[in-house]
């Protein structure tokens, strides 16, 4: 079995490489396109026994490739009318600056998504709100109070191309 080394988080992580066949990969594309499929339907979709896709379906979930089950929300729906990319540039990269900043964001529901990533910026993350107001409150009163941050730089989002695509 060959291993992968993740370089971030900033510790080392050996993760095993899972061997995975065709009927897996379908197996992931349906249960990513509908996870509530019943089993039966999904085993017949793929065209092998109920137990056999539940087997699969089970070490699919053990081995971590399925991490969880979940609803795709619509943030508009929701009243979330604002939503942007923003890429923050930090001024200190010392290891407890980072945890506290990584900390303050992991708190924040505004943010759905953060990344830390290679380039100019150190954290892209994805913001919704309700609308600009609450975005320059968000900016003002949390971003810009954070001592890690330097600066930040704003994308607004004009529309979605694609989002939440399978993994395949």
Not at 98 to 120: P, S
Not at 136 to 142: C, K, R
Not at 143 to 157: D, G, R
Request: aromatic content about 6%.
């Amino acid at each position: 079995m060959r291993e992968i080394v993740s370089l971030f988080p900033l510790r080392l992580a050996i993760l095993p490489e899972v061997s995975m066949d065709d009927i897996d990969r379908k197996l992931l594309t349906s249960l990513q396109q509908d996870s509530r499929l019943p089993n039966a339907q999904l085993a017949e979709k793929l065209n092998i026994s109920a137990s056999s896709c539940w087997r699969r379906v089970k070490a699919l979930e053990e081995a971590g490739i399925v991490e969880r089950y979940a609803a795709i929300v619509n943030p508009k729906k929701m009243g979330l009318r604002f939503e942007a990319i923003v890429h923050v540039h930090l001024t200190r990269h010392d290891t407890e600056a980072l945890a506290r900043f990584i900390a303050a964001v992991q708190r924040r529901e505004e943010v759905t998504e953060c990344y830390a990533t290679t380039g100019q910026a150190d954290y892209h993350l994805r913001i919704l709100c309700r609308d600009i107001d609450a975005y320059n409150e968000f900016l003002e009163g949390f971003l810009f109070v954070q001592p890690a941050v330097n600066s930040a730089q704003t994308n607004v989002v004009l529309r979605r191309i694609k989002a939440n695509g399978p993994v395949r």
